[in-house]
């Protein structure tokens, strides 16, 4: 049927490229004049035959290239005096009566593949409660050994497409959840890092903290040093100061000594004495000389 349609629209697409080459041609050498497009019906069947050869020619490269090499007859022998070629029918019947009373097994759409390397049989199956390696190994085996039997023929290969699927197999959940404990036990963080970067970083680390406690001891010693000192320092200038007012009060307590002993006629005045007795004298005689400068005004 596919070859059929193939011929069909490649007869129709190449007459309507011959029909429009013609009237190109004609035109050009001068057989038909360029006014007589102007007709609206003659502009009509142009566009009408270009659109018509864009439709057949996309048409056919779909078949060509899209279109499966899906055939409805195989070629069982080919010989001198004659050949002998089993249908589609027959071969999905055959499929049919093989698979029919398997437990399990439901056949669905049977398909013939024929390509460079010989004749593909390809199968749509239905699996209920079996396994699906030990079922396909059953079945192609059994196919090959039907139709080796029956026709006399070999398929290339031989394909089954699970439509539908009900497993065999039950998981072990205590087995699973085990597993799923072992490899939560076993596992270990593994983070993005560069390899040896974890110690290098705490090694890297601890020096800091190191560095940083005997920079804090050192702060704290050289604070408790300079307390030291300025304690000192006060403690100095306490003491010098002490020291500087008990030298003055022992300095009057000898001035007033020696004025007493000279009122009492022991002692004669010293010469500290003088001095602090002509101080006074001059101190008063200035402030006399002011007060009369002041009454002259």
């Known amino acids: 049927?596919?070859?059929?349609?193939?011929?069909?629209?490649?007869?129709?697409?190449?007459?309507?490229?011959?029909?429009?080459?013609?009237?190109?041609?004609?035109?050009?050498?001068?057989?038909?004049?360029?006014?007589?497009?102007?007709?609206?019906?003659?502009?009509?069947?142009?566009?009408?035959?270009?659109?018509?050869?864009?439709?057949?020619?996309?048409?056919?490269?779909?078949?060509?290239?899209?279109?499966?090499?899906?055939?409805?007859?195989?070629?069982?022998?080919?010989?001198?005096?004659?050949?002998?070629?089993?249908?589609?029918?027959?071969?999905?019947?055959?499929?049919?009566?093989?698979?029919?009373?398997?437990?399990?097994?439901?056949?669905?759409?049977?398909?013939?593949?024929?390509?460079?390397?010989?004749?593909?049989?390809?199968?749509?199956?239905?699996?209920?409660?079996?396994?699906?390696?030990e079922t396909e190994t059953y079945l192609r085996t059994l196919l090959e050994e039907v139709f080796k039997g029956a026709l006399g023929f070999k398929f290339h290969a031989i394909e089954f497409k699970i439509v539908s699927l009900q497993a065999r197999f039950k998981p072990d959940k205590d087995k699973v959840d085990a597993a799923v404990a072992e490899k939560v036990a076993e596992h270990t963080a593994n983070y993005a890092v560069v390899p040896n970067s974890v110690e290098q970083t705490s090694f890297g680390g601890d020096a800091a903290e190191e560095q940083t406690s005997t920079e804090t001891e050192e702060g704290a010693a050289e604070a408790a040093g300079a307390e030291s000192t300025a304690a000192e320092a006060d403690a100095g200038a306490e003491s010098a100061a002490l020291s500087g007012i008990s030298g003055g009060a022992a300095e009057e307590e000898s001035v007033e000594d020696e004025y007493e002993q000279v009122a009492d006629g022991e002692e004669e005045i010293s010469p500290e004495a003088d001095e602090y007795d002509e101080e006074e004298k001059s101190t008063e005689e200035k402030a006399e000389a002011d007060a009369e400068a002041e009454d002259e005004k």
């Open 1 to 133: 049927m596919k070859k059929n349609i193939e011929k069909i629209l490649a007869s129709a697409g190449l007459i309507i490229a011959l029909v429009l080459i013609v009237i190109l041609i004609v035109t050009a050498f001068g057989g038909i004049e360029q006014s007589e497009f102007d007709n609206q019906l003659v502009r009509g069947l142009v566009i009408t035959l270009s659109v018509l050869y864009l439709v057949l020619a996309v048409s056919s490269l779909t078949m060509l290239f899209l279109g499966s090499d899906a055939v409805r007859e195989i070629t069982l022998r080919s010989e001198q005096g004659g050949s002998c070629k089993a249908t589609l029918g027959v071969i999905r019947r055959l499929v049919k009566e093989t698979f029919y009373g398997l437990e399990g097994v439901k056949t669905g759409k049977v398909t013939l593949i024929v390509n460079e390397y010989g004749v593909k049989l390809k199968v749509a199956v239905r699996i209920t409660d079996r396994d699906v390696f």
